[in-house]
């Protein structure tokens, strides 16, 4: 080999590397502001937080693609036909990227094709991610181990143990930058939710009223365009 190939191949090292820890560096960011919300998640719906971090620094490029800079959208979620919210193209668009969690997470709950995830053991990520690829989730047949790499390099699994271990989400995150966990743990509100199972017969005047909250609070908080309701469906009343 000669020295200039040598150099060739000596600075194209140096730029893989380079952008790989860049990705890496981009990665932990997103968990670090984005874990709580998946931990939350896990603990409403019982997906692990270490998938769904690794499905939005995936589908999202570590929340830098356009779609996620301009319709809070982090995990790809289309806009069918039965969507009532706001769109962005043939994708639907958030108010926040809280709400694209919350519909995520419902996503998947509800659709019967995904029913099985929900049998797995919620600390076993692998089983996931594997579950997710046979579902039908994504094309792509790598999805899976993509997934698991991503969860492993960034070590995202140690999100799920806030909910399967004994450390809390302050604790995960000390774990990168203690300052910063002091300042989470001090200055950032708990994030709870609720929500309420539509009935046959109700209405969502009647729903705002029983939550002590306006109808365009409620419309706003589930990015509803219309007051037509289903039984069975999930409103968020706070």
């Known amino acids: 080999m000669t020295?200039?190939?040598?150099?060739?191949?000596?600075?194209?090292?140096?730029l893989s590397s380079s952008i790989s820890l860049a990705q890496n560096k981009a990665s932990k960011a997103y968990a670090e502001k984005y874990g709580e919300l998946a931990v939350r998640e896990?603990?409403?719906?019982?997906?692990?937080?270490?998938?769904?971090?690794?499905?939005?620094?995936?589908?999202?490029?570590?929340?830098?693609?356009?779609?996620?800079?301009?319709?809070?959208?982090?995990?790809?979620v289309k806009a069918g036909k039965n969507w009532q919210g706001k769109r962005y193209k043939n994708f639907r668009?958030?108010?926040?990227?809280?709400?694209a969690y919350d519909d995520r997470s419902d996503f998947l709950s509800s659709r019967s094709q995904y029913a099985f995830l929900?049998?797995?053991d919620k600390c076993d990520y692998?089983?996931?991610?594997?579950?997710l690829q046979r579902s039908g989730y994504?094309?792509?047949?790598?999805?899976?181990?993509?997934?698991?790499?991503?969860?492993?390099?960034?070590?995202?699994?140690?999100?799920?143990?806030?909910?399967?271990?004994?450390?809390?989400?302050e604790d995960v995150v000390s774990m990168n930058d203690p300052v910063a966990a002091a300042a989470e743990k001090s200055t950032k509100p708990h994030v709870h939710h609720a929500y309420y199972k539509v009935k046959k017969g109700d209405t969502l005047s009647g729903i705002a009223h029983k939550h002590g909250i306006s109808v365009n609070k409620l419309k706003s908080l589930n990015s509803l365009r219309s007051t037509q309701l289903k039984p069975g469906q999930k409103i968020r009343v706070r």
């Open 138 to 169: 994504a094309r792509s047949k790598r999805y899976a181990s993509d997934l698991i790499h991503c969860i492993n390099a960034n070590k995202l699994y140690k999100y799920d143990e806030a909910v399967c271990g004994e450390q809390t989400i």
């Open 3 to 14: 020295k200039t190939l040598k150099l060739i191949f000596l600075s194209l090292f140096i």
């Open 42 to 76: 896990m603990k409403r719906t019982g997906i692990p937080a270490s998938i769904t971090l690794a499905q939005g620094i995936i589908e999202s490029g570590a929340g830098t693609t356009t779609l996620a800079r301009l319709a809070n959208n982090h995990f790809g």
């Open 126 to 131: 692998k089983a996931w991610a594997r579950g």
């Open 118 to 120: 929900f049998r797995l």
């Open 93 to 99: 668009s958030y108010d926040s990227v809280q709400e």
